[in-house]
């Protein structure tokens, strides 16, 4: 069975150079993070948005052509106008349906003209994939972006098999419903044969929608897979948490690079403790929030001070939207703000890097860092955690991370869990993360790397694609789910 992926992003952007080339440079995100391995792995095309509008780049297809062939499978770009990128892109993507499924609709700009450029892309992505479809393919489309193009598809006449995996959360019933074409979206997600969803949480979210917007709807099935009946049609909907390339990333750590620049990362803060945040520019990733909660560690501990560093790294994303620009001027303010409260002779308390980190940077962090802070406000998985634990192959290092990151269902028995609102929650967790004995550190960490080595990204995709076609759906895993305390702890 050949693979067709689609999503809006493209693993490669394309961008100039300071002699005005245009060049291939790698995209960020967790939806390329995953699924890059899977298609080097497995061949086959990949269709999406180089990041360049037509009115930039006419053809960008032999720029990426080049990228492809290098990576061993086939790149297909779609032409966005400029309208078309700031209406689909910026407008309906990303200042509607991203600030809502993360439960964030006073963000919400729903403005109609959006939603009709949304169809159109929708379209010229199927229109693209009919081009190089064939009869044994299957046709999995990812993200919130591309919710229609199945049902554009199907009244294009293709028969071909469809699966829809979303990477970000699925909304609970009263927040979607305020989508002004929350019947569109829903109608279109039925087009596929498999919907998947990265938490048990998500999925009944959306099965609880089905029911009260398709009153005909019938769901059935009892394990990880339900199956949906509407009007002749099944659909099958799952829960199938991403993952990441975890022996690639174990095997990083060992790299001779990666392990000259921990000791240089480490010689610069001579006897100190290392925390690490790596997110993208994103208000849903609570980075201003995480910044108070380590001003409020620091103000609670006079003791740590001069002996731990926060190294905060912020990976630029989507920075043509004024949202952004304003989220990285405040975190800007407070990084300054806090770093001239507390900065003393041989100390700065928070070291701030704007800047995609390319190899090896990126592990040695990581494998530098005695905690990883991750405390988004909510989160379809976030592989940053799962990508800290598979580089520390040495046992140590620590994870405080968000109850509302669907990486906390399976990090939950190693994590330190906190409320990323709760700010003096979170800096009591990181003084105990911070205060760790080796030994509780090495098992909280065995525990991690265990939940990530067993289900990688290859086995994410196997249970995907299994899901779409096996006819026994009682096999599949039961995933659990996370609940936070009942009581105070
Ligand atoms: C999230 C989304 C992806 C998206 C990525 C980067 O991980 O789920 O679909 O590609 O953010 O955002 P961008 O808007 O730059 O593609």
New binding site residues.
Partial sequence: MGLIVL???LPFMLARDAAGEWMVES??????TALRPVLQDRGGHWIGWPGVTREELADPNAVLARAGQHYGFELHAVPLSNAERDDY?HGL??EVLWPLFHDLPSLCRFRPRYWTAYEEVNHRFAEITLEHLAEDHFVWI????LTCVARELRAMGSASRTGFFL??PFPPLDVFLQLPWRFQVLRALLEHDLVGFQTVGGRRNFLQCVRLLFKEAEVSGKGDVRTIRLEGREVRVGSFPISIDYHEFARRAADPDVLAKVRSLRQDEPNRKIVLGVD?L?YTKGIPLKLEAFRSLLLRCPDLAGRVTLFQVVLP??EDIPRYQRQKVDIERLVGEINGQFTRSGWVPIHYIYRNLEWPRLPAYYLAADVALVTPLKD?MNLVAKEYCATHADGGGALVLSEFAGAAVQLQRGAFLVNPYDTDGVADALERALRLGRREQRVRMRRMRRAVADYDIYRWVDAFLEAAISRDLDDFPIHEEYFPEASPP
Wanted: aromatic share 8%; charged share 20%.
């Fill in positions: 999503s809006n992003r995209a960020s995100g967790g939806l390329v892109y993507s990303n990812h993200d919130y972006h990477h970000v993208r994103d994303s989507r379809g």
